[in-house]
């Protein structure tokens, strides 16, 4: 599967738009974001307009998320399970979510219980930060629910 264009724009509204590279929240240190939450090879103090970070959402950063979606999930899903699904890796990393309970649940064919894991995944250098509650809720209820 593919991200669909909702997924895209999910991701853009969930991760907001900086054209100057910013450190980790919870850390202030590496690694450094950019654009729409891109996070490979951003060196500190680098620069983006939305043209360029738009391109590096779609023709790199999301389809390395949705493939590793695709390489770990072993169960049919609809598109917008799917997109929920690759805005979750886009966030907290493939080895993360090839590792986690969720995707566990998901090749179980437990759908509602890889639900509620979403909720789990709100800490950030064991603190939880609201921008991350509100995340996970968003992709949570387009996992659930689709776009609505």
Known sequence: MHVSE?????????????????PDPATKSAPFTI??????NVK????????????????QDAPRAAQCVNNH??????????????SFVYNVGCGN????TMLKLLNQGNKKGASAEFGKWVYAAHKQLPGLVKRRARERDVF???YL
């Not at 654009?35 to 490979?40: K, L, N």
């Not at 500190?44 to 023709?59: E, V």
């Not at 979510?97 to 986690?100: I, Y």
């Open 6 to 22: 909702q997924g895209i724009e999910l991701i853009k509204q969930l991760e907001g738009f900086s054209d100057v590279a910013y």
């Open 35 to 40: 654009g729409f939450g891109r996070t490979h």
């Open 44 to 59: 500190p103090d680098q620069r983006c307009d939305r043209m360029q970070a738009d391109y590096w959402l779609r023709h």
């Open 73 to 86: 999930v072993k169960r049919p899903l609809k598109q917008h399970e799917f997109d929920a699904l690759v």
């Open 97 to 100: 979510f090839r590792n986690s």
């Open 144 to 146: 659930d629910h689709g």
